[in-house]
């Protein structure tokens, strides 16, 4: 029931398309949804996180869509750039404390 | 503002050994939580400290033990180390347990 599911393993977009990663949680303790960006050699790196009382949030190219009722939530990347490669990681957890993490999606955007 | 340190960044140790490893956290941030990320098992929770205090522990043997000290800096050390126990030990930290969680570098540990 701790398991957070994510998709696609990997995606590979043309720059200034839109990156679509979904993730899937069963635990329905989890009040806290962030998603993280890592490149190789580094540590991950927050980008955008959400909790259920909003559907959608958006900062800057990055949109968090949330459903709760399906207990879905989905992150996307409007005009992707070459420099969004990287691994991006959806996560969930009760009030922010030990996150369960997805499988991971290796991003890559084509020139 | 100064992000999470780890030390060392790299670590080379043989079976059976043990190892340390330090983390001090955003100035200001008094909660501290170890993750292990390996490729087979993804990023994995290892424990959470608070004001000095283990908040929460993930699903690891006991051979992985950790600290916390009065001024927030955390420590994490693994007893008769195996061959699978070679990750990249990730350590974030944040406010307070509720709060956002912002991840240091790394430390890449494998075992010979």
């Known amino acids: 029931q701790q398991q957070v599911k994510q998709s696609p393993q990997s995606l590979i977009v043309q720059k200034g398309g839109i990156s679509i990663i979904n993730c899937a949680y069963e635990?329905?303790?989890?009040?806290?949804f962030p998603w993280y960006q890592q490149f190789p050699g580094k540590g991950p790196a927050l980008l955008i996180a959400?909790?259920?009382?909003?559907s959608e949030k958006k900062e800057g190219r990055f949109t968090i869509s949330f459903n709760k009722s399906a207990k879905q939530f989905s992150l996307h990347i409007m005009d992707s750039q070459p420099g969004d490669s990287a691994t991006y990681f959806c996560?969930?957890?009760?009030?922010?404390?030990?996150?369960?993490f997805g499988e991971g999606t290796q991003l890559t955007v084509n020139p | 503002k100064a992000g999470v340190t780890q030390t060392p960044r790299y670590l080379i140790k043989t079976r059976g050994q043990q190892v340390t490893l330090s983390c001090s956290p955003i100035?200001?941030?008094?909660?501290v939580s170890w993750y292990q990320q390996t490729p087979g098992q993804g990023l994995q929770f290892l424990f959470e400290?608070?004001?000095?205090?283990?908040?929460n522990k993930g699903n690891f043997p006991g051979r992985f033990s950790g600290r916390q000290f009065s001024n927030s800096r955390s420590e994490m050390n693994v007893s008769t180390l195996e061959l699978g126990d070679s990750a990249l030990y990730l350590c974030?930290?944040?406010?307070?347990?509720?709060?956002?969680?912002?991840f240091g570098p790394g430390t890449r540990l494998t075992v010979l």
């Open positions: 635990n329905t303790a989890f009040d806290y």
């Open positions: 400290y608070f004001s000095e205090t283990q908040r």
């Open positions: 996560a969930a957890s009760p009030s922010g404390s030990r996150l369960t």
């Open positions: 100035s200001g941030h008094r909660s």
């Open positions: 974030a930290s944040s406010l307070a347990v509720v709060n956002e969680q912002f």
């Open positions: 959400i909790r259920p009382d909003v």
